[in-house]
Nanobody, 124 residues
Framework: QVQLVESGGGLVQAGDSLRLSCAAS????????SGWFRQAPGKEREFVAT????????HYADSVKGRFTISRDNAKSAVYLQMNSLKPEDTAVYYC?????????????????WGQGTQVTVSS
């Protein structure tokens, strides 16, 4: 079992940066792939970024590639999402997730554990 708690969301202006953190608890976290997803009002939850358990493999949605960076620190049981050059269309609730049975994944259903989400609002 893995518990996930996100933090770091907030209200920023277009062009600003934010760093989201995801604190994990549970013995198996260091062996799980981790991912960030987001859900905007009236839209389905969508993939943002994923990282393998070792940090050696990362993958990003085209919409954030070059602006967002996912990283992890297994010693601290944490995953991060550095978001630069934020745009109004990045406004959403951001969710951290863990997938114990996959190397890295951009598929919602591959993730067994989810956090409660943190709101990111980007004003123009």
């Amino acid at each position: 079992q893995v518990q996930l708690v996100e933090s770091g969301g907030g209200l920023v202006q277009a062009g600003d940066s934010l760093r989201l953190s995801c604190a994990a608890s549970g013995r198996t976290f260091s062996t799980c792939a981790s991912g960030w997803f987001r859900q905007a009002p009236g839209k389905e939850r969508e993939f943002v970024a994923t990282i393998s358990w070792s940090g050696g493999v990362t993958h990003y949605a085209d919409s954030v590639k070059g602006r967002f960076t996912i990283s992890r620190d297994n010693a601290k049981s944490a995953v991060y999402l550095q978001m630069n050059s934020l745009k109004p269309e990045d406004t959403a609730v951001y969710y951290c997730a863990a997938a114990p049975r996959h190397l890295a994944s951009d598929v919602n259903s591959d993730y067994d554990y989810w956090g409660q989400g943190t709101q990111v609002t980007v004003s123009s």
